[in-house]
């Protein structure tokens, strides 16, 4: 079983201000068949999670560009250049090369 | 405009039955994998169940492996989640996942006595 790890579990942000969330794996989210299997997704308050970044770095369609996505191996980052009042809620990390499993989710709130 | 919308959920005792559907308008799932995750009060968020397009493979969480059966019905552009033998610890908000893309609003389930 992969074990996906976020950090931090809340972070609070001015609005402005950029944002960084940490995603780890115990194993490589690379597949043999070249794709990174690592999914950001933002699931706001009373709502399902949507989909922002596929792949490790690809951002889904509609997806403001201040959010990006960066890692390879084990290690991936989600950033918010300029964190917006709209942007709170709950981001989690999922990996898909070996079944599924997510992390702990990151609480983002506005100062 | 994608739509998927559970149905399904609802009280159960523990030891009982629910049969949770997914289904799609806007938007075909049958080109898809499809996926069952789900959420505990306060918990992060637990895959349950993968199918293939065809329904040829199926994956489930070690948890529900027995107890659980995912089906689809491409004509009816619909997922299903049989749960059978149901605990305490399956109450949780199921969702349907279409290509790890699109999200139903999920549809809640209680086991309690």
């Known amino acids: 079983e992969i074990v996906v790890t976020q950090t931090p579990l809340s972070l609070s942000v001015t609005p402005g201000q950029p944002a960084s969330i940490s995603c780890r794996s115990s194993?490589?989210?690379?597949?043999?068949?070249?794709?990174?299997?690592l999914y950001w997704y933002l699931q706001k308050p009373g709502q399902p999670p949507q989909l922002l970044i596929y792949?490790?770095?690809n951002r889904f369609s509609g997806v403001p560009d201040r959010f990006s996505g960066s890692g390879s191996g084990t290690d991936f980052t989600l950033k918010i250049s300029r964190v917006e009042a709209e942007d709170v809620g709950v981001y989690h990390c999922?990996?898909?090369?070996?079944?599924?499993?997510f992390g702990q989710g990151t609480r983002l709130e506005i100062k | 405009e994608v739509l998927l919308v559970e149905s399904g959920g609802g009280l159960v005792q523990p030891g009982g039955s629910l049969r949770l559907s997914c289904v799609g308008s806007?938007?075909?799932?049958?080109?898809?994998?499809m996926f069952w995750v789900r959420q505990a009060p306060g918990k992060r968020l637990e895959w349950v169940a993968t199918?293939?397009?065809?329904?040829?493979?199926?994956y489930y969480v070690d948890s529900v492996k027995g107890r659980f059966i995912v089906s689809r019905d491409n004509a009816r552009n619909s997922l299903y989640l049989q749960m059978d033998s149901l605990r305490v610890e399956d109450t949780a908000r199921y969702y349907c996942?279409?290509?790890?893309?699109?999200w139903g609003r999920g549809a809640l389930v209680t086991v309690s006595s």
């Open positions: 996942l279409s290509a790890l893309t699109f």
């Open positions: 806007g938007y075909s799932i049958s080109n898809y994998w």
């Open positions: 199918i293939k397009q065809d329904g040829s493979e199926k």
């Open positions: 194993q490589s989210l690379l597949h043999s068949d070249g794709h990174i299997y």
């Open positions: 792949e490790a770095s």
């Open positions: 999922m990996q898909n090369v070996q079944f599924t499993s």
